[in-house]
């Protein structure tokens, strides 16, 4: 029989259950409701989510009317001058952006008010990034695709978009550091979230013990991603799948242990569909 093996940390993390518990309580109140872009990024959920009713609209198109409705902001957070052009439109904004993506956006404040000049590591297009740069003007993005940094200043902090890698993180602050003679001062922030640092570490141990690995999450998702990245690295029979339909049996013809994560977007209900469809294999 299959071993299958479930990371112990899977499913929605604590930010992406309460933005989608905040969008189901408004729809089930009756609320007409609108996200900017997507809530999460998984399709499944958005699917369902859409299914009960949430709109969403493309803040670089043309907005609908959004006067009668209401506007629930990402777990990620919008650019700040979105958000206010929001309040001005909406007849109400709640604001579901995660509690560790507005504390590091408080500390980016914070430095820059003190005379930094702010580095991010980072994935362009993000929708955290993009909020994350509304919080200061002149943040500046750099990660492995873009290593080249031209410093303007002796004060230097970086910090991390929450869904990278810490290895990569290590790797970039490495690189500061090397180039960083005369810094007068360099603060580091690791502002990975601790979600998916655990879910990092599961992973590892999951691809290494185990001759097949499934990572579970959206196409759309940079922490899911970043899992697939780290389990491939250890384990060549590692797949990336959004759901149960994507599962391809021949993978499974000669190994005899699964072992299972998730990005933080993914639902519970999916991963229970792939461990029922997982147990019925005779390996
Ligand atoms: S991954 Fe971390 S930062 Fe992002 S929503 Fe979840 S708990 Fe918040």
């Not at 993009?130 to 993005?141: A, F, H, I, R």
Request: hydrophobic fraction near 40%.
């Amino acid at each position: 029989m299959l071993k299958i093996e479930v990371a112990r940390d899977i499913g929605f993390c604590f930010g992406v259950k309460r933005a989608v518990e905040i969008v189901e309580n408004l729809l089930l109140s009756g609320e007409n409701v609108y996200v900017t872009g997507d809530l999460i990024h998984n399709e499944n959920e958005m699917f369902r989510l859409r299914s009960i009713g949430l709109k969403s609209f493309d803040v670089f198109d043309e907005w609908p009317d959004i006067s009668e409705s209401t506007v629930v902001i990402r777990a990620h957070g919008v650019p700040l001058d979105i958000l206010r052009e929001l309040r001005k439109r909406a007849k109400k904004v709640v604001n579901a952006t995660c509690r560790v993506v507005s504390a590091v956006g408080d500390l980016i404040k914070k430095e820059k008010a003190e005379g930094f000049e702010i580095f991010l590591y980072g994935r362009e297009g993000h929708a955290e990034v993009e909020y994350l740069k509304s919080v200061v003007g002149d943040l500046k993005v750099v990660n492995q695709k873009h290593p080249n940094v031209a410093f303007s200043s002796e004060k230097i902090a970086l910090f991390s978009q929450t869904t990278m890698g810490v290895d990569g993180f290590k790797e970039i602050s490495k690189k500061f550091l090397d180039m960083g003679k005369n810094f007068s001062s360099f603060h580091v922030y690791n502002t990975i979230c601790a979600v998916t640092l655990e879910r990092e570490k599961e992973v590892k141990e999951l691809a290494r013990s185990n001759d097949l690995c499934l990572v579970v999450g959206g196409k759309k998702s940079s922490n899911t991603k970043k899992l697939y990245e780290i389990a491939k690295s250890l384990n060549e029979n590692t797949y990336m799948i959004l759901n149960v339909s994507e599962i391809d049996e021949k993978w499974f013809e000669s190994i005899e242990s699964v072992g299972i994560c998730s990005g933080t977007s993914t639902p519970m209900r999916i991963i229970d569909e792939i461990k029922k469809r997982l147990s019925e294999f005779k390996n």
